[in-house]
């Protein structure tokens, strides 16, 4: 039967020395004078943990997403640090005594009684030590040392020699997550710390080093090959045996002392096919591993992942396949969770990939500026259904393949794909964001002649080993890439693209002049929820230019190209309130224009995913949900375009209008679209007529809109409404500005029922009503809505379920106004 619980591994006895017996000290840097008598004595510190958590838990620090307390706190940065601890030890009957580091973060020393254990430079490896010479019987003391990030960053650059990057630290020159350096969303925090467990580890005989239990498909049937890598404690030990099992299958051999590479396959009688989200269900199974006293067990689920690059008439696809039927891609670019990575739980991993797999999104692109994620991420995506495409760690820069670097990459790309090679969730291995890109059309080739800048690692060193240890996954050289041996790689024609013109400097309506094979990167900014921005930004009087407004906005002239963004839709706003409803409002509209538009040329076009899911603290980002976990109207306007049937009108080439319906689902879809005229005041439709469409299962089809329909005589007030089972879609003949549009408390009724946890908002137009948002969190902070940019004509009602903790008062409907409930009406009404 498949297994419901996740990653389990024995091995003798193991000393934990995680949580807070130790303490952390500044040792040099530039320590505020007014804070150096705080560190008289050591003070207490937790591990895992970071610099930053450690500091806030005592005291000495505010909240770094606070105000501008960013920069108040970036001394910390250039602080070394040294966490230290005792323990008791005794040595028992066991032959190997190892001190097992799970993350270092990220220069370190350690010693342990004095003595120099050894010096680790990368945050992404984890680390095995044999200490039994330093041990004493009694009590140990443990020091690890940490450099300031930045300064060890610094001078691996002069050692290395600089090259181009983005932001202004080298955080290309130091194995560590690239945006604790601070990115275009992200803080500027430059910590420090042992960021996973920590322990001595001591056992005798044999060591399960490392499983790979890599899974394939024959005929139907499930075969799993175990690779399992041994470790002796000595080099005389009784042989021993080697037993691998998984769904009632059963496969073992005996082992002598010296072998440590061991290969096993298992074919079970029968197992259910793992399928990602919307394709099918999610079995998993329990693989057991034991040799001798040692066991290792995972969770794995059984499926093939193939990716389609072969060329064709338009250029070359990009097309993943599970269990050879292909899947077009819904998804989001994931970032780390939060900025203080030690903060995150196996709660906030489930609650964060459930507000993709709720969105109707079926992967996440796990991004190269960030870290290979903890188990639990991987765990929940495969429990959910949702692939993970996983970058290599390396973002928007040029790296150096000379050593140390080098040997550091291979270390930990190698350590990577072993970890991970148990998750089925797990679909594609990416060699670097954007660096091909920039190499070739950023202009950094003419920086970097004669140089070394990454090529190496994508071209060869990464795709070798992949191909050695997982064999079984794909792996593309970079993201974008055209697969045309990196001529173009940003080329429509060929591969992933990236869309950035549009946000940077060209309106959302131009995401119809681009026809991605794959858009891999796409994206649209707007603010975090109220409750969420004003947590945190203090100025007085609120304001879109003001200073701690702008500490949280680090996109380049972000809230200017927010308000120019606006310019062609909606009319700029002259208070905070509607600048903050306007600017959320717009940023759902471009991502959902941009992937209906995507959606509506599928085939040719395999995939979405939208930059990005999440935020690492609070901030005005490109992001769907926010640090608080709350979901912006991007979030229900990416549900509304994820839907498995999509019906959009689009624009034909003739000038008239067409219905597209992409069919994402497994059951064909044939019948007729109602297709109604409608007036912005009026119940009954101006126009009605039916056209026939049939959609295959994972197919598209398209039909004309009858040109009565099509023809309106007032554009400020007509539109159209399509629908088909639960598909629907609206087209406007003018933007918003030229719209009749009423705002909301004058276009609608409201009522107020109590329900159990919450309450339900039910709203009957009296005139249409576009893009219809209850902004719950200023009913309650902890308020959720359930549904999101409703659009209604003359005499439609919804019925919208809020979500509260318990206790919250039931709010009365005369306060269901502005800037509670929402529409696009109210953008345009107090404009006038």
Same mark, same amino acid.
């Given at each position: ?16 020395? #995680? ?6 000290? /500044? ?8 804070? %150096? ?10 591990? =895992? ?57 990220? !220069? ?86 042992? *960021? ?87 079995? @998993? ?5 034991? %040799? ?5 067990? !995972? ?34 670019? *994931?970032? +780390? ?35 290979? &994620? ?29 050593? =140390? ?21 797990? %679909? ?24 070394? *800048? ?72 707007? =603010?975090?929820? *109220? ?39 909606? /009319? ?33 076009? #395999? ?25 912006? /109207? ?16 689009? =624009? ?36 009605? !007529?039916?056209?026939?469409? %049939? ?50 408390? &004058? ?24 893009? @219809?948002?209850?902004? !719950? ?16 004509? +003359? ?38």
């Amino acid at each position: 039967m498949p297994t419901t619980d996740g990653r389990e591994a024995r091995l003798g006895h193991r000393l934990d020395l #995680t949580g807070s017996t130790w303490t952390v000290t /500044p040792t040099a840097g530039p320590v505020p004078e007014s804070l %150096a008598h705080r560190f008289a004595a050591p003070i207490g510190a937790t591990v =895992p943990g970071e610099v930053h958590t450690d500091l806030l838990a005592a005291g000495i620090i505010d909240d770094p997403f606070d105000g501008d307390n960013e920069a108040l706190l970036a001394w910390i940065g250039y602080c070394e640090w040294q966490y230290r601890t005792t323990f008791t030890w005794t040595a028992g009957d066991a032959v190997r005594h190892d001190l097992v580091a799970d993350g270092l973060d990220t !220069a370190a020393t350690i010693t342990l009684n004095g003595h120099e254990v050894a010096r680790t430079a990368n945050q992404h490896r984890s680390y095995r030590f044999d200490v039994r010479p330093f041990l004493v019987e009694g009590t140990n003391e443990l020091v690890v040392d940490l450099r300031s990030p930045i300064e060890y960053a610094r001078e691996q650059e002069v050692v290395l020699g600089a090259r181009p990057k983005v932001m202004h630290h080298p955080f290309n020159a130091i194995r560590k997550r690239a945006s604790d350096f601070g990115w275009d969303w992200g803080i500027d925090l430059s910590t420090s710390g042992i *960021w996973r467990p920590i322990g001595i580890e001591s056992w005798s005989g044999v060591r399960i080093a490392s499983v790979r239990p890599l899974v394939d498909v024959v005929a139907g049937r499930g075969v799993l090959t175990a690779h399992v890598d041994l470790e002796w404690a000595s080099e005389t030990h009784p042989p021993t045996e080697v037993t691998v099992e998984v769904a009632g299958g059963r496969a073992s051999r005996p082992v002598t002392v010296g072998e440590t590479a061991v290969t096993l396959v298992v074919e079970p009688d029968h197992v259910d096919l793992w399928w990602p989200r919307g394709h099918g269900e999610q079995p @998993l199974y329990r693989v057991s591993v034991r %040799a001798g006293d040692a066991d290792w067990s !995972a969770r794995i689920g059984f499926r093939t992942v193939t990716l389609d690059t072969t060329p064709d008439a338009d250029g070359s696809p990009f097309s993943i396949a599970v269990n050879d039927r292909p899947v077009y891609v819904r998804g989001a670019n *994931w970032i +780390p969770d939060d900025a203080l990575v030690t903060r995150m739980t196996p709660e906030r991993y489930r609650a964060s990939v459930t507000d993709a797999a709720d969105a109707g999104m079926n992967l996440l692109r796990v991004w190269g500026g960030g870290m290979f &994620e903890s188990d639990d991420f991987y765990d929940v995506c495969d429990e959910l259904g949702i692939l993970v495409w996983q970058d290599f760690l390396f973002a928007c820069a040029a790296y150096s393949e000379e050593e =140390p670097l080098r040997s550091e990459v291979e270390a930990e790309a190698r350590e990577a794909v072993t970890r991970l090679s148990a998750h089925p969730s797990l %679909a594609l291995w990416n060699g670097c964001n954007e660096n091909i890109w920039a190499y070739v059309e950023w202009g950094w080739a003419k920086d970097l002649v004669g140089r070394t *800048w990454g090529e190496g690692y994508y071209r060869e060193l990464l795709p070798a080993i992949v191909a050695e240890l997982d064999p079984t996954r794909p792996y593309s050289p970079g993201s974008p890439f055209s697969f045309l041996d990196y001529a173009h790689p940003n080329d429509e024609r060929n591969g992933t693209m990236h869309i950035w013109d549009v946000w940077n400097q060209r309106d959302y309506a131009d995401y119809a002049t681009h026809h991605p094979r794959f858009a891999s990167e796409f994206g649209f900014q707007g =603010p975090p929820a *109220w409750t969420t921005l004003v947590d945190v930004v203090h100025d007085e009087p609120l304001d879109p230019y003001g200073h701690q407004m702008l500490v949280h906005q680090k996109a380049d002239d972000g809230n200017g190209k927010l308000e120019r963004g606006l310019g062609a839709h909606l /009319p700029v706003p002259t208070t905070i309130e509607g600048w903050h409803w306007a600017t959320q409002l717009n940023q759902a509209r471009a991502i959902r224009f941009a992937v209906e538009h995507f959606r509506s040329e599928f085939p040719r076009n #395999t995939g979405a995913i939208v930059w990005q899911l999440n935020d690492d603290w609070p901030v005005v980002s490109w992001a769907a949900v926010d640090h608080a976990g709350i979901r912006k /109207p991007l979030w229900y306007a990416l549900r509304d375009a994820y839907q498995d049937r999509l019906l959009v009108f689009r =624009p034909r080439e003739d000038g008239g209008l067409e219905l597209v319906l992409h069919n994402d689902s497994d059951t064909a879809l044939a019948g007729s679209v109602v297709v109604e005229r409608r007036s912005a005041d009026a119940v009954e439709p101006l126009a009605t !007529a039916t056209v026939d469409l %049939a959609a295959p299962a994972r197919g598209l089809a398209r039909v004309g809109v009858p040109d009565e329909l099509a023809t309106v005589t007032d554009a400020a007030s007509e539109f159209l409404v399509a629908r088909i089972g639960d598909a629907r879609a609206h087209h406007w003949f003018a933007e918003d500005t030229d719209l009749t549009l009423a705002a909301t408390r &004058e276009a609608v009724d409201v009522l107020v029922e109590p329900v159990d946890g919450g309450f339900d908002v039910v709203v009957t137009a009296r005139s249409v009503v576009k893009d @219809l948002f209850l902004q !719950a969190d200023r009913i309650h902070r902890g308020a959720r809505v359930g549904d999101g940019l409703v659009t209604l004509a +003359p005499g439609e009602r919804a019925r919208i379920r809020v979500t509260v903790p318990a206790g919250t008062p039931v709010p009365d409907a005369s306060t269901l106004a502005f800037p509670v409930l929402c529409s696009a009406g109210d953008v345009v009404a107090r404009a006038q």
